[in-house]
């Protein structure tokens, strides 16, 4: 068992029973608290407890079958979401990024979408030439290169830049790129 509170940094992790809101079945919900500067985030777990099924003590559930039959699985659960947890708080250590709670929570509820900039572009880049689309494989080619060349997009793109990002970026130098060729053209 790992134990349920942890300072790692100046974040503070801990799980807690919500006690403060109450669902339909009169239980509570089971959250995992951050607080960095006195300012807390809660997320909630997807378990629920009433008041004697929960042990304050070690912030899981009580070892007793009567209670509750499934507190193996459940405390299985919350060991590992913890663990989690510290998890995504080492890899923001590791990358020193002094991390929000926003950031936090989106790095702990989906933590699929870190690091896909570059396979995004070269995926779409071939598909592009696949389709016979010059013209904007060349545009693509040209801000993929002008991100990863940048070095204060660096620890960005491996962090917090997604697709979407990506998109609008992209549309965002095309337009540039057209308004510079017509002043071109025009001779202004």
């Known amino acids: ?36 500067g006195r300012v807390r985030k809660s997320i909630n777990l997807n378990l629920s407890a009433v008041h ?20 193996e699985k459940n405390n299985a659960y919350i060991n590992s979401q913890f663990l989690k947890a510290k998890d995504v708080i080492d890899e923001f250590d590791r990358n020193k990024i002094d991390s929000t709670q926003n950031q936090f929570e989106q790095a702990f509820l989906n ?26 494989v060349r545009s693509y080619e040209i801000v993929s290169r002008m991100l990863y060349k940048s070095c204060e997009l660096r ?22 790129c057209l308004i510079l060729s017509f002043e071109i053209i025009i001779g202004k």
């Open 1 to 36: 068992m790992c134990s349920v509170k942890c300072n790692v940094g100046v974040k503070y992790i801990s799980i807690i029973l919500y006690r403060n809101t109450t669902l339909k079945s009169s239980e509570h919900p089971i959250v995992l608290r951050i607080t960095k």
């Open 52 to 71: 004697d099924q929960w042990n304050e003590e070690f912030s899981q559930f009580k070892k007793d079958k009567r209670v509750n039959p499934d507190y």
């Open 111 to 136: 933590p699929s979408k870190k690091g896909k900039v570059k396979p995004f572009f070269e995926t779409h880049i071939q598909t592009l030439r696949n389709t016979g689309h010059r013209v904007n």
């Open 155 to 176: 620890v960005e793109l491996k962090n917090q830049v997604d697709e979407s990002c990506c998109n609008s970026y992209f549309y965002a130098w095309r337009r540039f």
